[in-house]
C-alpha cells in the first residue's frame, strides 16, 4: 500500500523558514519515482510548487524559484521542501504526490501559516 505523509508544517512569521518532508512508503523503487510538492490556499486551486525527478535536479514553480530548495533522501525514502524568505502568500496546505503504475497518489497534507 503506497502511503505519503507529510510533516514538517507549522506557523511562521514572515520571512521565516521552514522545512517540510514527505515520507514515501508501500514502493520499493523509490529511487526511480519523481516526487511532487503542491500547495493549496484557501479559495484558490492547487498549484504545482515544485518537483524532483529521480537521479535529476529539482524544478521549481516561478513562485518558489530562489526561496524554496526540495531534496530526497534515497536511504530514507523522503522528499524535503525547505522554505526560506517565506510570505504570507506562501501560507497554503502542502502536498506531495508521485504517480506509480498510473495512479496519483498524495499525502494528507500539511498546514503552512505565515503571519506578516
Known amino acids: 500500500q503506497v502511503q505519503l505523509v507529510e510533516s514538517g508544517g507549522g506557523s511562521v512569521q514572515a520571512g521565516g523558514s521552514l522545512k517540510l518532508t514527505c515520507t514515501v512508503s508501500?514502493?520499493?523503487?523509490?529511487?526511480?519515482?519523481?516526487i511532487d510538492w503542491y500547495r493549496q490556499a484557501p479559495g484558490k486551486q492547487r498549484e504545482l510548487v515544485g518537483s524532483i525527478p529521480s537521479g535529476g535536479r529539482a524544478n521549481y514553480a516561478d513562485a518558489a524559484k530562489g526561496r524554496f530548495t526540495i531534496s530526497r533522501d534515497y536511504d530514507k525514502k523522503t522528499v524535503s521542501l525547505e522554505m526560506n524568505d517565506l510570505r504570507p502568500e506562501d501560507a497554503a496546505d502542502y502536498y506531495c504526490?508521485?504517480?506509480?503504475?498510473?495512479?496519483?497518489?498524495w499525502g494528507q497534507g500539511t498546514q503552512v501559516t505565515v503571519s506578516s
Open positions: 504526490r508521485l504517480l506509480f503504475l498510473e495512479t496519483v497518489y
Open positions: 508501500g514502493i520499493d523503487i523509490f529511487n526511480i519515482i519523481d
